[in-house]
């Protein structure tokens, strides 16, 4: 989708009454960042300090991040939605003075951010709208944005399985041509320069019947 397309869409459902517009408002502003344990148990054991969460919406990952104890030196996201980025802005007032919080609305296939600057790139839930070149841009950016060794994990609705099969995900504003299951991610992630990658799951979503995966891979060393 346009990155204008998906702003008006997520601006639509911030100030709509549609089932699917308080259901969407539901999960961007109250929902706990369920995916959030599996996400960083991917990762790893460490300590990163240097956190972008690519597609933040709301700053729940980022939050969450900096409870884990990661992000002490930069806490980044972009967003499509100015609106929400607001929200992530108030979320993630009074963090440490000494930890440097950066919101922008940006793209993932443009970040706008110098080389080598982030241990790890999360993102939860955004590659659904990416066609598989701009995929391929988001992968680079990552890379480019990460330090050697730093490491890249997104998690994403896979198949629709269950009543995702009968609802027409389209019509309710879920994209579903850019699905891809956690295997393909992992692919996909490999053929862009990762190493060490490795699809994993995530519990199925039980309100939106989706199965939903992901796939977490080490940025290649010195890859041009
Ligand atoms: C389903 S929400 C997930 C938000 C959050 N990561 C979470 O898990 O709660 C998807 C978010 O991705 C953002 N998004 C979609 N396409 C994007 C793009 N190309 N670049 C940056 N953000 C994007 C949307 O604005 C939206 O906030």
Redesign the pocket.
């Known amino acids: ?1 346009e ?1 204008r397309e ?2 008006s869409q ?1 601006e639509g459902w911030l100030r709509g009454r549609s089932p699917v517009a308080l259901y ?1 408002r539901w ?2 502003r109250h ?1 706990r ?1 369920r ?1 959030a344990a599996r996400i960083w148990e991917q990762i790893g054991k460490g300590i990163y300090p240097r956190v972008l ?6 700053g ?2 980022l939050r969450d991040a900096h409870e884990r104890g990661h992000g002490g030196e930069t806490l980044a996201g ?4 100015e609106t ?1 980025l607001e929200e992530a802005r108030l979320r993630l007032a009074g963090i440490s003075d000494d930890t440097h919080v950066v919101l922008e609305r ?4 443009s970040l706008p951010f110098q080389g080598d600057v982030f241990d790890v790139v999360v ?4 590659v ?3 066609d598989d070149d ?1 995929l391929g841009c ?1 992968f680079a950016e990552a890379r480019r944005v990460l330090v050697r060794g730093g490491h890249l994990c997104i ?1 994403e609705f896979a198949r629709p399985v269950g009543w995702g099969r009968i609802i027409d995900l389209d019509r309710i504003g879920i994209p579903t041509a850019h699905l891809r299951t956690g295997d393909q991610l992992a692919n996909a992630l490999a053929r862009a320069g990762f190493i060490d990658v490795r699809s994993f799951d995530v519990d199925r979503i039980r309100r939106i019947p989706l199965t939903y995966e992901g796939a977490a891979g080490i940025r290649l060393h010195g890859a041009a």
């Open positions: 989708m990155p998906v702003e997520y969407v999960y961007l929902r960042p995916e969460d690519v597609g933040c919406a709301g729940f990952y972009v967003d499509l939605s929400l940006a793209s993932a296939t993102s939860n839930g955004m659904k709208y990416l701009e988001f998690a």
